[in-house]
């Protein structure tokens, strides 16, 4: 099968041919239509999780996929050939991931069944952006009134948080470049921060001086969060998608933080998958490009401005079948 590779950390990914894997016992061989592309799956190159996991090379890229269970392994119930599935596929101990013709995963656990209504390319852009909205939204407890910060709204995650804290009635400030605020004030957003044009936090605090309840922080660093974190009323809470909260230090001064990790269960697909067929949820895809064309993809999705998903079509012409 064709999949796109890492040989070693640091090093170019580039497409190659592999054997076509064989699903073991609980395991199904799923037939990739479309993979989405995360900044997490340059920084697993990068090495983000080296020493912490052993990571199995040539390694597989890629995390997120959607398609259709090729063949089942022994023991498998829950799923059959035929069935549309999506979910996360990267498995950096044995070298799998979803950039590929084939790739495999637990039958149960991982992957969500995916209604007809919804395509793959939509389907391969929500998994780890759309939980990671869902699993940060909820832990601000973003609700009627509450005023909510998202930094880096005009990325995949932020959009999808967005519409996710508005749906909860939250008032959403979304930080965004002019050319992509009409969309967010679509998408549910009630104020919008160009952070292009001047510091974020001098413009919130200039807005709202008595402060914000929650922020969902998805581009601060530990050198920069501090700052974010300073926008809190006192009992305030700062998720941060880039593990940059010093919890305890936060603690300290009366305010909550967190770094989290999303949890793509088949639960929170589901959710997401209907939400999107329901037309609650929008996913826009802002770059679309064949398997072959993964490394342009992700250095495209490290050179930043994203705004929107990056879906790779793994077979041509099916993507919207
Ligand atoms: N913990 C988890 O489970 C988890 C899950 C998903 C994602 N993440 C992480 O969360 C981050 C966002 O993910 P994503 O998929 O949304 O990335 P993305 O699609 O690349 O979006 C990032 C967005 O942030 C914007 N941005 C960058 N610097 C900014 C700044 N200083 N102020 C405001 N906006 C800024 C970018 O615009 P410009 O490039 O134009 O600046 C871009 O629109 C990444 O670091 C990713 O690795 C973590």
Redesign the pocket.
């Known amino acids: 099968m064709r999949a796109v590779i890492a040989d070693d950390f640091n090093t170019e990914p580039r497409l190659a041919e592999l054997p076509d894997p064989e699903p073991g016992p609980g395991e199904v061989l799923v037939r990739i239509e479309a993979a989405g592309v995360?900044?997490?799956d340059w920084?697993v190159v990068d090495g983000v999780m080296c020493g912490a996991v052993e990571h199995a090379f040539p390694l597989v890229l890629g995390s997120d996929g959607a398609g259709v269970v090729e063949r089942t392994g022994p023991g498998v119930t829950g799923l059959a050939e035929g069935d549309r599935v999506f979910g996360q596929f990267m498995d950096v101990e044995r070298g799998r991931g979803s950039y590929a013709e084939f790739a495999l995963a637990p039958a149960e656990g991982k992957l969500a069944s995916l209604p007809r209504q919804l395509p793959f390319d939509l389907a391969a852009a929500l998994p780890?952006?759309g939980?990671?909205a869902h699993?940060f939204v909820a832990a601000s407890g973003a609700a009627d009134g509450h005023v909510l910060l998202v930094?880096?709204?005009?990325?995949?995650?932020?959009q999808a948080a967005v519409q996710l804290a508005a749906a909860r009635g939250a008032h959403v400030i979304a930080?965004?470049?002019p050319a992509?605020a009409a969309y967010l004030l679509e998408l549910g957003a009630a104020e919008i921060v160009d952070?292009?044009e001047a510091p974020?936090v001098d413009q919130v605090r200039e807005a709202h001086p008595d402060g914000v309840d929650a922020v969902v922080d998805?581009?601060?660093g530990p050198a920069?969060i501090d700052a974010v974190a300073e926008l809190l009323r006192p009992g305030g809470v700062i998720i941060s998608?880039?593990?940059a909260a010093d919890v305890e230090a936060l603690a300290a001064r009366g305010l909550r933080g967190a770094?989290?990790?999303?949890d793509a269960s088949p639960e929170t697909l589901g959710s997401l998958a209907a939400s999107v067929v329901d037309g609650e949820l929008k996913v826009r895809i802002d770059f679309k490009a064949p398997l072959e064309k993964a490394p342009a993809a992700l250095d495209r999705?490290r050179?930043?401005?994203?705004?929107?998903?990056t879906v790779l079509t793994v077979r041509e012409g099916t993507v919207d079948a």
């Open positions: 995360n900044p997490f920084k780890t952006a939980a990671a699993d930094n880096g709204a005009s990325g995949g995650v932020g930080t965004t470049d992509t952070f292009t974020t998805l581009v601060s920069q998608s880039n593990t770094n989290l990790y999303a999705s050179a930043g401005s994203a705004r929107g998903k």
